[in-house]
């Protein structure tokens, strides 16, 4: 898998978390990768300034009502043309509509009307960067072009906290090493969000 390819974020929201499941499913048999996730209870400041573009929205406060009525999962998706793939998959933000211009979508199966319609994705290159940024501020988001662009990466993001995985490795002596290591990464991750976090 090519890490380096476009990127978008997409988010479940509170009113269709209970299918989350089967639209994660539907999201990877449409050739997506998920590069990381995260289910969250959003604040109302946190939703104010995600959506600060909509503040004129005589609506807003219905937003900030929406979006922390319950946890929602963002994740970092990832596809060739991965913005316009996502769009074409969920479908027009109106479920109306998208149920009589796109039956199959994501949106005409688990929306509800125009405004609780289930899911969110970027609109543009540009909305991606941002908006992965803010649930996933470490994320690499633009692709990485040359050789020298990776090895530096890879200096910088990687090799640290491997090499003090494996220091702390070669300390403890696990029985089984490869499993330790790897619950050990998972634990350390970097990349991790610094954004509350609920339990199922």
Not at 147 to 164: G, S
């Amino acid at each position: 898998m090519d890490y380096f390819v476009d990127k978008t974020l997409f988010i479940i929201k509170p009113d269709v978390i209970q299918y989350s499941n089967q639209i994660e499913w539907a999201v990877m048999d449409a050739d997506f990768t998920i590069l990381n996730k995260s289910r969250i209870l959003l604040t109302e400041e946190q939703v104010i300034e995600f959506y600060k573009d909509q503040e004129e929205n005589e609506n807003f406060n219905k937003v900030i009502e929406y979006m922390t009525s319950g946890p929602i999962i963002a994740m970092i998706l990832s596809k060739k043309d991965a913005v316009n793939s996502l769009k074409e998959l969920l479908g027009p933000a109106d479920v109306e509509v998208a149920k009589e211009e796109k039956p199959k979508c994501l949106r005409a199966k688990y929306g509800k009307d125009a405004f609780y319609n289930g899911l969110h994705c970027s609109e543009t290159f540009e909305e991606a960067k941002r908006e992965i940024g803010f649930f996933f501020s470490n994320a690499i988001i633009d692709p990485l072009s040359g050789r020298e662009e990776v090895r530096l990466f890879l200096e910088k993001e990687l090799y640290p906290v491997l090499t003090l995985g494996l220091t702390q490795l070669c300390k403890e002596k696990p029985e089984d090493p490869i499993l330790w290591l790897g619950n050990w990464l998972l634990k350390n991750n970097p990349n991790t969000p610094v954004i509350i976090e609920v339990d199922d």
